[in-house]
């Protein structure tokens, strides 16, 4: 339970699923079949079993099918078929409680015309197991390319486990002229667990021709955190449409054109130590600004880091990191790799 799983469909580490005897358990489960490819009318007793209106049944036959792994990707496979979309979300959470053994079904519906079914599958999820410790990144800068029709679209799934702590820093997003975004990150976690998050925004492809910067149609990004057992401790979101409002605004961007977001949620005593080695600061001749402010219900913090080129942003939100890490594992973080 204590290794890190990553692919670029998903990056997760499994947690112990409740215990359930086995007579709990519906019957298929219990033959020694390679899978749970059913008949009709089995498949209409699942469809049930997992859409029923008693919690405990629907609970202890979404348990088997995680219990079941690859043995049920195939069940799973044809309850994404039915046309319900409730059966269907509940198939998707079966597949990502299942985790790395449903790689295989995965793969398959990246290559379905139907968008909700690669969207699902491209989504990222963390999944940490107790005491586990994480650093996720990514190889690149995200790119957006432009578009006429439609958007883009994100969505993250982090999850961690008691006294969990995870590193998720990637590299800049870089949104180009008519690109249209839209990312939603879900985070759940206990209070003794820690996460830093970090989003870094550029303006767009400054060297690009002429420049191109603030040309991108719309970027939106909401980041919600609720602990276990579902107390929501903020919801932060901000929209960016530079055609219908003008970014270069004082309160806005200003002069800047690189903008960092970095959510630290940890322990209270973690928060207030790293709070105090963080000034707000506004340096005139290198041309940024810092600073960093509480989120509510004791959450932990936010950084926020204004800039005029990405070397810059990306070295103060590093000196934010090296205090976090120092602060809750008493590690220090390792030299900048040359190639990065």
């Known amino acids: ?115 909700t079914f690669r969207r699902f599958a491209a989504d990222a999820l963390i999944d940490l197991a107790p005491d586990t410790r994480a650093h996720v990144t990514t190889q690149a800068a995200t790119k957006i390319h432009s578009m006429d029709a439609n958007y883009a679209a994100q969505t993250q799934n982090i999850v961690l486990d008691e006294n969990a702590y995870l590193e998720y820093l990637p590299d800049p997003v870089i949104p180009h002229a ?11 976690m206990p209070s003794s667990a820690t996460l830093l998050y970090s989003e870094i925004m550029m303006g767009g492809r400054k060297y690009h021709g002429e420049g191109e910067l603030f040309e991108y149609d719309l970027f939106s990004s909401t980041v919600q955190a609720t602990r276990p057992d579902g107390a929501e401790l903020f919801t932060e979101k901000f929209v960016i449409q530079p055609h219908a409002q003008n970014v270069r605004q004082v309160g806005v961007m200003g002069t800047f054109d690189v903008f ?6 940890t322990p209270k005593q973690h928060a207030d130590t790293v709070f105090e080695q963080v000034p707000a600061v506004v340096n005139v001749e290198q041309q940024w600004a810092a600073g960093v402010s509480r989120l509510p219900n004791n959450a932990g913090l936010v950084f926020k880091v204004l800039g005029q080129e990405t070397e810059s942003v990306q070295a103060k939100v590093r000196e934010f990191w090296s205090i976090v890490r120092q602060t809750v594992t008493g590690a220090p973080v390792l030299p900048k790799f040359v190639w990065r």
């Open 1 to 115: 339970m204590r290794h890190l799983f990553i692919c670029t469909l998903l990056c997760i580490l499994p947690i112990p699923l409740v215990a359930q005897s086995t007579r709990s358990l519906p019957q298929l489960l219990q033959g020694k079949r390679s899978d749970l490819s059913v008949n009709s009318a089995q498949l209409l007793d699942w469809e049930k079993r997992v859409m029923a209106k008693d919690p405990k049944v629907r609970a202890i036959a979404q348990a088997a099918l995680v219990q079941g792994g690859a043995r049920s990707l195939p069940l799973l496979r044809r309850l994404l078929n039915r046309r319900n979309d409730d059966l269907r979300l509940a198939a998707f959470e079966i597949i990502r409680r299942i985790g790395p053994p449903a790689i295989p079904l995965l793969v398959e519906l990246l290559q379905q015309d139907e968008v």
């Open 178 to 188: 008519h690109a249209r975004f839209i990312t939603t990150t879900h985070i759940r």
């Open 260 to 265: 960092a977001n970095v959510l630290l949620l």
